[in-house]
């Protein structure tokens, strides 16, 4: 026996369907956003990653060299992908331009709750949009799609935070643009370590200053009202007070588009990865559990750094399939899917080819028929067909071929009626006005 390998899933079809009811709503409300859906390889070159992403995904990529020597990985993320595509047609491209993906990725990651090796994302990204609509826009599709999931507001919260605020608050703290990069990795993960490691990743950025650092650090994390952070930013000058509008612009626009009461002011997100330049986002679960079921961000320099042109403003997330999942079962929100034929069509031994012409006719008018693949009794077969779940059942024995007939049969309360073969598919058509046949879309 083989089992799958660490951090891999199989999906027999119960699963399946969890799985595609979850991918069904993030395509329905993307599409009420307006936005477009796209594809990309799952295999790229390795270097698409090493660098763009930042050191944390670097870690955790599934690479190999392939037949041609080339190196190779399989994609932890979509972004540098969606980038490269839009960079190779920014000249020609409508914008803004509004990309939304539902795909399979992989991070050679610890496989534990809420974390494989391969998992599913929905992306969302907006490109060519400097403005704060555009990060508006992006947060109130992400919320809609919980919300749509049967989230209320009470049972996730969307923590925001903001990268460009953060380099301002290290500018001032006499962070220089070379240390910055190591002191934002040292906050994103300060949450998950102890306060001691904390200040040694401070002090190895820049020494001697590591406790001080810890200190400052902390007091700006723990900053979670529009008021306290508009008199942090007013310290850090004119460029602090237009950070203090774009901030206030976008709650009200959050606001505005009904996703305000799920916001959270939270400086202590920076996120891990290392393309992001302004407004970032993580969305958790109110009761603190578990990890992060979405995150994203505005990441202006991306564009521009992977097609050495000019840059191109955008911004984006993803939300991933298993904490969603796991959150989304936790709160008995997961539909329990029965999958059930529409018809279930019964034939006599000798009119085995009527039989069989009936099911075709009925599949190719749009239902979904089945019948017993095993040579039996009408008994036996009539048996099957109500392990099946099918409402009704087609019968064709000796006399409905003499006639030239079918017999419906209500497999519920047993009533049966013979109609002329050829008006079969309109009198079912008929039963699936009455509501008679559940299931067929
Ligand atoms: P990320 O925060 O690395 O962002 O991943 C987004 C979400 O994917 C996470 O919140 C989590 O739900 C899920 N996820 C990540 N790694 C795993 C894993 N190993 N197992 C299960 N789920 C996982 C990004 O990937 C950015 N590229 C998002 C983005 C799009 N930013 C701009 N546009």
């Known amino acids: 026996m083989f089992d799958t390998l660490p951090g891999f899933r199989d999906f027999p079809p119960e699963a399946c369907s969890r799985r595609n009811h979850i991918f069904r709503v993030f395509r329905t409300v993307a599409r009420a956003f307006d936005f477009r859906e796209f594809e990309a390889p799952i295999l790229e070159p390795l270097d698409l990653y090493v660098e763009k992403s930042g050191e944390e995904i670097v870690g955790q990529l599934f690479h190999f060299e ?66 704060v609509l555009a990060d508006a826009e992006l947060i109130s599709l992400l919320v809609a799609i919980l919300e749509t999931l049967g989230l209320s507001e009470s049972l996730f919260s969307v923590r925001l935070s903001d990268r460009a605020s953060w380099v301002l608050f290290l500018d001032s703290l006499g962070i220089t643009e070379k240390q910055r990069p190591v002191v934002l990795d040292a906050i994103d993960k300060s949450g998950r370590r102890k306060p001691e490691q904390t200040e040694e990743a401070l002090e190895n950025a820049s020494p001697g200053k590591g406790a001080e650092l810890l200190e400052q650090v902390n007091e700006i994390k723990s900053i979670d009202t529009m008021d306290a952070l508009a008199k942090r930013l007013e310290k850090c000058g004119e460029a602090g007070r237009s950070r203090s509008s ?110 069989l012409s009936i099911v075709s006719r009925v599949r190719r008018a749009g239902y979904s028929a089945s019948y017993s693949l095993k040579q039996s009794a009408f008994g036996k077969q009539f048996r099957e067909a109500g392990k099946s779940g099918a409402r009704y059942a087609l019968v064709i024995g000796e006399e409905e071929v003499a006639e030239d007939s079918v017999t419906i049969k209500d497999l519920g309360s047993g009533v049966e009626k013979r109609v002329a073969s050829k008006s079969l598919v309109s009198k079912l058509e008929g039963l699936d006005e009455e509501g008679g046949l559940p299931g067929r879309e």
């Open 66 to 131: 392939d037949k041609g020597d080339r190196r190779v990985a399989l994609r932890p993320e979509l972004t540098p992908s969606l980038a490269r595509m839009v960079a190779a047609r920014a000249n020609s491209i409508a914008k803004p331009v509004k990309w939304f993906n539902v795909g399979e990725h992989f991070r050679y990651e610890r496989p534990q709750r809420g974390r494989g090796r391969s998992f599913y994302q929905f992306n969302a990204d907006l490109l060519g949009e400097p403005g």
């Open 246 to 355: 774009e901030w206030s612009r976008l709650l009200t626009l959050l606001e505005a588009h009904g996703a305000g009461s799920c916001i959270r002011i939270d400086l202590s997100i920076v996120r891990g990865l290392a393309y992001y330049t302004g407004f970032v986002y993580e969305v958790f679960e109110t009761t603190g559990e578990g990890r992060a079921l979405a995150g994203g961000g505005r990441y202006d320099h991306l564009i521009g750094k992977l097609s050495g042109g000019p840059d191109m403003p955008a911004a984006g997330f993803a939300i991933g399939d298993m904490t969603l999942s796991d959150c989304l079962e936790g709160n008995g929100l997961l539909p329990t899917y029965v999958s059930a034929p529409d018809l279930f069509v019964v034939g006599g031994n000798g009119q085995e080819k009527e039989t």
